[in-house]
């Protein structure tokens, strides 16, 4: 049974992850940005779905859209307060815009933390779970809202591949993701195509930080966790991709998992961490990624 | 090199030490106190410094080389109750191994796949201290039961004096042609390379000596406060700190970090009646800096002195 119990558990989690992550590869993708600020803009989403419950007494279904438009804002506020004055500067030499990028959010990241701890203190705040009780899956009591979880999850990775893949918007960010120079030579304007990514951006993580309020609580303090985690998973699948995301996410999920359940829950993190060092000296590109 | 002994920065920085020299005739300790923490952390700052602005590697993980060299001293000096020399100094040279470590996957991989090993080494050695609680103290703390002295004043004089020594060497280094070599190699490695320079060699000696000054700094700290714990020698948000710092100061002119470091410590300090939005104010000083003035503190100043 315990095989059964880390099959679901993994299950919801390695979701979870593959959500958080699939934004943070799509930016880096197109606009090669890696966003430090990650984690607090989940942590920013399952915050405000909490006082809009909780404090406003919203239900919980407005609760969570209130979640979600709170990360869509701080989102495109990290595009247009950090990332785009970094990326359009004159003083900034091209070859350190990355690092400056990394810097610049990295700040921001820890502002909105600081913020979120004084406004909102540090304690761990769990959202009410839209979907409520346990259901019974041979033999093992798992909360309805794992399941529904896992379900969004999935359907909002699936909306994605559909909105990437058959839509001309979605085309135009996939090639850009490609040869942005390409794109723009087709007449296509490179930062709106940003914008619409940002937007993505937000909302996928919008939705990973208010599943995740549900599933596990979130605190002031998750920021660096969160953030730690989303990147890993990300050079593990190889930067920019996202299909290699979506496998990676699994793979550090069930890892964590197992190591929970069969050695010590203080041991967690630890196997994941040991692979991707692994996976760093032998294939440095990561599992899916191009160079 | 002779011209920097008649340069104004030159002036500058005698007046700035021996104006801190006699600090201890007229402040009080806990000002001292303050100011101890911040010269070890200006080490920490230079020495990534030489790593980031001169070989060009972005290390997400100064806190694997202070930490290393931290406890590593600390857990001598508890287990065994070697001399605070001795241990200081193997807590350095275990820093260097740890450098050395962490060279091998630089010497592969570049930009933010190594930025992440770096990451990753710390959370390591993160999990290391917690799991090996009886060797380390855990989460607790190591406790240690030497100190190198009790009297701030000389607690002062030792850090000045360390911070200046290392700034020293590190500016001199930076400023050698093995210096300008780094910057090439950090700028365009193949290039480099073509023009005949050993990267190899390079990189590593910037790494070699970057860990060597990091864990001494460290094991120093670990004596100064009589205890090692994650929180003050290898948790990320440290790291983040001494990144920070020689961004703030200026990257690649080395002294910047230090002064970026100061800066950092000291505001906190005069912003701890804000409570918690001191940190709060400290990034978005930083940001501001990082977006509107991306030299840094000692960038600005040397470019306008440049240009006048």
Not at chain 2, 65 to 93: E, K, R
Request: glycine share 12%; proline share 3%; net charge neutral.
């Amino acid at each position: 049974m315990l095989a059964l119990q880390i099959l679901i558990d993994g299950f919801a989690i390695s979701a979870l992850y593959a959500l958080g992550a699939t934004g943070f590869t799509l930016i880096f993708g197109v606009s090669g940005v890696l966003n430090l600020s990650h984690g607090a803009i989940m942590v920013a989403a399952a915050v405000a779905a909490w006082a809009a419950a909780s404090v406003l007494h919203l239900d919980t279904y407005s609760g969570a859209l209130v979640g979600v438009g709170v990360a869509l804002i701080v989102s495109f506020a990290t595009y247009f307060v950090v990332v785009k004055p970094i990326q359009n500067s004159r003083r900034i030499p091209n070859e350190e815009k990355e690092i400056f990028v990394l810097t610049g959010t990295l700040l921001w990241g820890i502002m909105i933390q600081e913020l979120i701890a004084y406004f909102f203190t540090n304690n761990a705040k769990t959202v009410l779970p839209i979907v409520e009780g346990v259901v019974d899956i041979f033999g093992n009591r798992t909360p309805r809202n794992n399941i529904f979880t896992a379900l969004v999850c999935c359907l909002v990775i699936g909306l994605l591949w559909l909105l990437v893949n058959r839509t001309r918007t979605g085309k135009a960010v996939l090639a850009a993701s490609m040869n942005p120079r390409g794109v723009t030579l087709l007449g296509l304007e490179l930062t709106q195509i940003y914008l619409v990514v940002w937007a993505i951006y937000g909302i996928l993580a919008g939705i990973a930080g208010v599943l995740l309020g549900m599933f596990l609580g979130v605190s002031s303090y998750s920021v660096g966790p969160l953030t730690a985690s989303a990147f890993s998973i990300v050079v593990l699948g190889g930067l920019g991709s996202v299909s290699g995301s979506l496998i990676a996410a699994f793979v550090v999920g069930y890892l964590e998992t197992i190591t929970a359940y069969l050695v010590s829950p203080a041991y967690r993190t630890i196997p994941a961490l040991l692979l991707l060092v692994i996976v760093m000296y032998i294939r440095p590109q990561g599992l899916l990624g191009r160079r | 090199m002779a011209g920097f002994f008649t340069s104004r920065l030159f002036f500058i920085s005698l007046v700035c030490v021996v104006v801190a020299a006699t600090l201890p005739l007229y402040v009080s300790g806990y000002v001292l106190g303050l100011l101890t923490v911040a010269f070890y952390f200006g080490v920490f700052a230079m020495a990534w410094d030489l790593l980031f602005g001169f070989a060009g590697e972005v290390n997400f993980g100064p806190t694997f080389l202070i930490g290393t060299g931290a406890y590593t001293a600390g857990i001598l000096n508890n287990q065994f109750g070697w001399s605070v020399y001795l241990c200081i100094l193997l807590g350095a040279l275990a820093s260097v191994v740890a450098g050395l470590v962490l060279a091998l996957p630089a010497l592969r991989v570049r930009g933010p796949y190594f930025g992440l090993t770096t990451l990753v080494a710390v959370l390591m050695l993160q999990n290391f201290v917690v799991v090996f609680a009886d060797l380390t103290g855990g989460e607790i703390g190591l406790t240690i039961p030497d100190v190198i002295t009790i009297n701030a004043g000389a607690n002062y004089w030792i850090a000045l004096g360390f911070m200046t020594t290392s700034a020293a060497i590190l500016y001199g280094l930076s400023q050698s042609p093995i210096g300008l070599v780094l910057q090439a190699s950090g700028q365009d490695p193949v290039q480099a390379g073509a023009l005949g320079f050993n990267i190899v060699k390079h990189k590593l000696a910037a790494f070699i000596v970057s860990a060597f000054f990091s864990g001494l700094s460290g094991a120093l700290l670990v004596f100064y406060f009589g205890t090692a714990s994650v929180g003050t020698v290898v948790d990320v948000a440290v790291g983040v700190n001494v990144i920070v710092s020689a961004v703030l100061g200026g990257r690649r002119t080395v002294l910047g970090a230090a002064l970026g470091a100061i800066f950092l410590i000291v505001a906190g300090e005069f912003l701890r009646p804000t409570g918690e939005l001191a940190t709060f104010i400290v990034s978005a000083v930083a940001l501001l800096v990082v977006l509107f003035f991306p030299g840094g503190f000692l960038g600005a100043a040397l470019s306008r002195e440049a240009r006048s």
